[in-house]
């Protein structure tokens, strides 16, 4: 099975307020400071250094949390602290032979390991998650409402630990940490009033004496498969909803990232969520492919890459399973020459290079009508003011990418383009930090006169880079969007209320933003991604992710008094 590379939305944090030094960044392709193929002044990104009365120093990194505090946690003697299971209630050692690290991709440290769960103790969550269903599918509702307020408000609580801790494992900025946290806060909300939203139907009186009414059940053990790009999000997208709805729920967090999820964890048993009805497995393939096949998980949820996707779709639904899968995306902005300019340029920075390009709602790709040249001069200029540090640093505004394998993708995938004949106008691939020459760091990359054939468009290249293409009209630019094969969102910047309704009714994308770059729903609504972009029929959260964790009963009853009738094999009509 392929690697897991994953991809998902919040907005960028500010620019930074001060001036730091810039760093020399050269092209690795000349012996030039970066500089515009048009011949602008060098414009060189900078990264921050922290100063003191004495001189330089190291910004300081957040510290893994308290291993002697967490209970997820262990720490043996001669190796880093390990992540436990949790299973039954309990977090408990693994007995696997095999560890991962989870490294700090600013530092390369090491933060702690996660064991790759072995089949006895997969096949003990799963169990621990059935024999809990039961009573749990019993509770009600309004129980299961009250366990979610209090779940949201120790959430709120301890969001800056959440975030110190996301910040160490996956390297963004404490404040688009913070965004991580509360955006899956937001769907913790929206559960606590599962009781509406769970709601069924009744017609009375169908036809003489007799009712009709639909109710919505639990489903039983379900599972969520996470990506690394939001380590709180995307499970508290998942588990919340489901456990709320009377399910069990099995999580298998990022390999690279579990810390969060299992923080997460902590906090819902503390909220009052009983023993069974969260269990935490970790591991790559051979866990995921074992959610695939137990028949006792009746639904699985996954966020990550196609190639992943595509594999969990197919192996699942065979089995009987129902799945939804959001994976890749190409995200598209149309500009029009009539768009209010300072905006629309901020839009186009903030959605990016915010989270280092590492979301599946990244604006990655901007088509202008007339030509991008025009907005060249100061979209590089406000990339370029843009601070690539330590995510810990209070004016970082970009952090580093997960793993140097992720790194190498991108300045790839960069280098390609450039070799078809884009034109590169700020390039960021050779860009050091210091006190951190080991970090993952891409700063912001613009790639100009892009074209559809070329691989770096093709392909989602998750990383801080913009590429820039030309359109002749606004139906030229349509059909760009739609012929490409993804479709999670795209956005259009006008004055036009004519142009946009257009847009709006003509573009192949299931999230579509009108002078709004990350076109993410709030919870209420649900993430509706489409084409290669989503597989199943169901998207996460809002209804059709009460739906998803839900099946409906339908039931028809007649009351009446009983008096001598004849047997009728004639089909049973609503006539008289």
């Given at each position: 099975m392929p690697t897991l590379h994953d991809t998902p939305a919040t907005n960028m944090s500010p620019l930074a307020a001060t001036t730091p030094p810039r760093l020399h960044c050269p092209n690795p392709k000349s012996n030039h400071r970066i500089a515009t193929s048009s011949g602008r002044s060098n414009l060189m990104l900078r990264a921050v250094l922290s100063r003191s009365a004495s001189g330089l120093r190291r910004s300081p990194m957040a510290a893994p949390l308290s291993t002697a505090a967490a209970g997820w946690l262990s720490e043996p003697a001669s190796s880093p602290p390990r992540v436990r299971l949790l299973i039954g209630g309990e977090f408990v050692e693994s007995r696997a032979t095999e560890y991962v690290d989870v490294t700090n991709p600013a530092t390369q440290d090491v933060v702690s390991q996660i064991p790759l769960t072995t089949a006895d103790e997969f096949k003990a969550a799963v169990d621990a998650a059935r024999t809990a269903f039961p009573g749990w599918r019993n509770t009600p509702v309004t129980t299961r409402q009250r366990i979610m307020f209090k779940y949201q408000e120790l959430i709120r609580a301890n969001m800056d630990k959440l975030a110190e801790n996301i910040t160490t494992e996956q390297g963004k900025t404490l404040k688009d940490a913070w965004g991580d946290v509360f955006r899956g806060l937001e769907v913790v909300e929206h559960a606590c009033g599962m009781g509406s939203l769970q709601m069924g139907e009744y017609v009375s009186n169908v036809s003489h004496g007799i009712d009709t009414f639909s109710i919505r059940e639990p489903l039983g053990v379900c599972a969520g498969i996470c990506p690394f790009n939001f380590p709180a999000m995307i499970p508290l997208w998942m588990f919340p909803i489901a456990v709320t709805c009377g399910n069990t729920f099995v999580l298998k967090p990022s390999e690279k990232?579990?810390?969060?999820?299992?923080?997460?964890?902590?906090?819902?048993?503390?909220?009052?969520?009983?023993?069974?009805?969260?269990?935490?497995?970790?591991?790559?393939?051979?866990?995921?492919?074992?959610?695939?096949?137990?028949?006792?998980?009746?639904?699985?949820?996954?966020?990550?890459?196609?190639?992943?996707?595509?594999?969990?779709?197919?192996?699942?639904?065979?089995?009987?399973?129902?799945?939804?899968?959001?994976?890749?995306?190409?995200?598209?902005?149309?500009?029009?020459?009539?768009?209010?300019?300072?905006?629309?340029?901020?839009?186009?920075?903030?959605?990016?290079?915010?989270?280092?390009?590492?979301?599946?709602?990244?604006?990655?790709?901007?088509?202008?009508?007339?030509?991008?040249?025009?907005?060249?001069?100061?979209?590089?200029?406000?990339?370029?003011?843009?601070?690539?540090?330590?995510?810990?640093?209070?004016?970082?505004?970009?952090?580093?990418?997960?793993?140097?394998?992720?790194?190498?993708?991108?300045?790839?995938?960069?280098?390609?383009?450039?070799?078809?004949?884009?034109?590169?106008?700020?390039?960021?691939?050779?860009?050091?930090?210091?006190?951190?020459?080991?970090?993952?760091?891409?700063?912001?990359?613009?790639?100009?006169?892009?074209?559809?054939?070329?691989?770096?468009?093709?392909?989602?290249?998750?990383?801080?880079?913009?590429?820039?293409?030309?359109?002749?009209?606004?139906?030229?630019?349509?059909?760009?969007?739609?012929?490409?094969?993804?479709?999670?969102?795209?956005?259009?910047?006008?004055?036009?209320?004519?142009?946009?309704?257009?847009?709006?009714?003509?573009?192949?994308?299931?999230?579509?933003?009108?002078?709004?770059?990350?076109?993410?729903?709030l919870p209420f609504f649900s993430f509706t991604g489409s084409k290669a972009s989503f597989a199943g029929d169901l998207n996460f959260y809002g209804k059709a992710g009460v739906q998803f964790f839900t099946q409906i009963k339908t039931i028809t009853q007649q009351w009446k008094e009983s008096s001598p009738q004849r047997v009728s094999l004639s089909m049973p009509t609503s006539q008289k």
């Open positions: 990232d579990p810390g969060a999820a299992m923080m997460l964890a902590e906090l819902a048993m503390e909220a009052g969520l009983p023993k069974g009805v969260l269990n935490i497995v970790h591991g790559t393939h051979d866990v995921v492919n074992n959610i695939c096949d137990d028949e006792a998980i009746k639904a699985v949820s996954f966020v990550g890459s196609n190639t992943a996707g595509m594999h969990i779709y197919s192996r699942a639904s065979a089995k009987g399973k129902r799945v939804q899968c959001n994976m890749g995306a190409k995200n598209h902005a149309i500009i029009l020459p009539d768009a209010d300019r300072d905006a629309t340029l901020n839009a186009l920075i903030a959605a990016g290079f915010g989270a280092a390009g590492q979301r599946c709602m990244a604006l990655s790709t901007a088509v202008f009508v007339g030509g991008s040249e025009p907005w060249e001069d100061e979209l590089v200029k406000r990339a370029n003011s843009l601070v690539v540090n330590s995510g810990a640093a209070n004016d970082a505004d970009l952090g580093p990418v997960i793993s140097r394998q992720a790194k190498d993708r991108i300045c790839k995938l960069v280098q390609s383009g450039i070799d078809t004949g884009a034109r590169i106008v700020l390039d960021g691939r050779e860009i050091v930090v210091p006190h951190f020459e080991d970090g993952n760091f891409v700063g912001p990359t613009v790639l100009a006169d892009v074209k559809s054939d070329m691989d770096c468009y093709k392909e989602e290249i998750f990383g801080p880079v913009l590429l820039l293409m030309k359109a002749e009209s606004l139906d030229d630019a349509i059909q760009i969007v739609n012929r490409n094969k993804y479709g999670n969102g795209a956005s259009i910047f006008t004055t036009s209320g004519v142009s946009a309704r257009k847009f709006q009714s003509d573009i192949e994308a299931g999230q579509v933003g009108i002078n709004v770059p990350i076109p993410v729903p």
